[in-house]
C-alpha cells in the first residue's frame, strides 16, 4: 500500500534550520506533485509548499516564501523541505501529500512530523 513517512521534525531555536524528508513508497513517485501542509494547535491545516512532478515548478505560501525550499528526488522517491530562519510561528505538525499529476485532489497523506521553533 501507498505510504508516506515524514522525518527531521524537531526543536530549534528562532532563527535556526530544519529539512524534512518525505520517503514514499507503494506509487509511482513521478506521477505525483507533491506537497508540503502544517498543522499548528488550534489552527487549521494550511498549505505550505508545493512542487510538480519533475520539480520543474514549485508554489509557496506568503508565509513560506524566501525562507523554504521545496525539493524532490525521484531516484529516491523522497521530497524534501528545507526551512531556514525558522521563526516560533512555524510551530506545527508537518504533513506530505501526494497529488495525481492533472488532478487537485491530494491522495495521500503522511502521518507528520512535529516541528518545535523556541523563541
Known amino acids: 500500500q501507498v505510504q508516506l513517512v515524514e522525518s527531521g521534525g524537531g526543536l530549534v531555536q528562532a532563527g535556526g534550520s530544519l529539512r524534512l524528508s518525505c520517503a514514499a513508497s507503494?506509487?509511482?513517485?513521478?506521477?505525483?506533485?507533491m506537497g508540503w501542509f502544517r498543522q499548528a494547535p488550534g489552527k487549521e491545516h494550511e498549505f505550505v509548499a508545493r512542487i510538480s512532478w519533475n520539480g520543474g515548478s514549485t508554489i509557496y505560501a506568503y508565509s513560506a516564501k524566501g525562507r523554504f525550499t521545496i525539493s524532490r528526488d525521484n531516484a529516491k522517491n523522497t521530497v524534501y523541505l528545507q526551512m531556514n530562519s525558522l521563526k516560533p510561528e512555524d510551530t506545527a505538525v508537518y504533513f506530505c501529500?501526494?497529488?495525481?499529476?492533472?488532478?487537485?485532489?491530494?491522495?495521500?497523506w503522511g502521518q507528520g512530523t512535529q516541528v518545535t521553533v523556541s523563541s
Open positions: 507503494g506509487l509511482t513517485f513521478s506521477r505525483y506533485g
Open positions: 501529500a501526494a497529488q495525481v499529476v492533472g488532478g487537485s485532489e491530494y491522495k495521500y
